[in-house]
């Protein structure tokens, strides 16, 4: 079946180093979407990304979607410690109304 | 404030008890999905709606039912719990399909 494999599964930094999770698609998808989950919290919205090549910046962060819209990566810079969480993403293989399939998440531990 | 709610936050139940988890969302949104989190699956989506009286499957559909009667609720009802649907339940809405906005979560636990 359709499947959204991310990597790695764990990510431990030094404070103030770089970082990125991978997103890949068996098939391509009309858009992806980022979240991020705190320890002990629910997953939270963080892009969209819908056109091919796309990429956008929130602060430090920044996401790519790739040209065949089988591919995304989150990118930070300079992790800090409220960077901590498990970065999921998520996406649809076309129109809206069929099943969403998220990634396994990258979990983030950075230390100081 | 803009919420997406759950009920129960935590629930101890035992193998084969009827249970329901209440979703409630203030933001008119038209779609609606279930999530149940386990460690090293992430999430998975149980169930999803695109409208009132409007239902579909996810991916892991088995053993659970939902309905979505009014816009703004969408419960999610195990008719039989057993103990291979101990998760974490998440809740979330959204006004495109894409954004997802999640509820906190509700830890079920079955005996």
């Known amino acids: 079946g359709q499947q959204v494999m991310q990597i790695p599964q764990y990510q431990h930094v030094q404070e103030g180093e770089d970082f990125t999770t991978y997103c890949n698609s068996s098939t391509t998808l009309s858009n992806i979407q980022w979240y991020k989950q705190r320890p002990g919290g629910h997953p939270v919205f963080l892009i969209q990304?819908?056109?091919?090549?796309e990429v956008k910046k929130q602060k430090r962060l920044t996401f790519q979607f790739g040209e065949a819209k089988k591919n995304s990566s989150l990118h930070i810079t300079a992790t800090q410690t409220t960077d901590v969480g498990t970065y999921f993403c998520?996406?649809?293989?076309?129109?809206?109304?069929?099943?969403?399939?998220f990634g396994k998440g990258t979990t983030l531990s950075v230390s100081s | 404030e803009a919420q997406v709610t759950q009920n129960p936050r935590y629930l101890i139940t035992v193998t084969g008890k009827k249970l329901t988890v209440t979703c409630s969302q203030n933001?008119?949104?038209?779609?609606m999905s279930w999530y149940r989190q386990d460690p090293g699956l992430g999430l998975r989506q149980i169930y999803y709606s695109m409208n009132v009286e409007v239902t579909d499957k996810g991916d892991v559909p088995e053993g659970y039912k939902v309905s979505r009667k009014e816009k703004r609720n969408f419960p999610l009802i195990l008719e039989s719990p057993s103990p291979n649907q101990t998760s974490l339940y998440f809740c979330a809405s959204s006004g495109d399909w894409y954004t997802q906005y999640f509820g906190p979560g509700t830890r079920l636990t079955v005996l």
């Open positions: 998520a996406g649809s293989p076309n129109q809206a109304g069929t099943a969403l399939i």
């Open positions: 990304l819908v056109k091919s090549g």
């Open positions: 933001m008119n949104h038209e779609y």
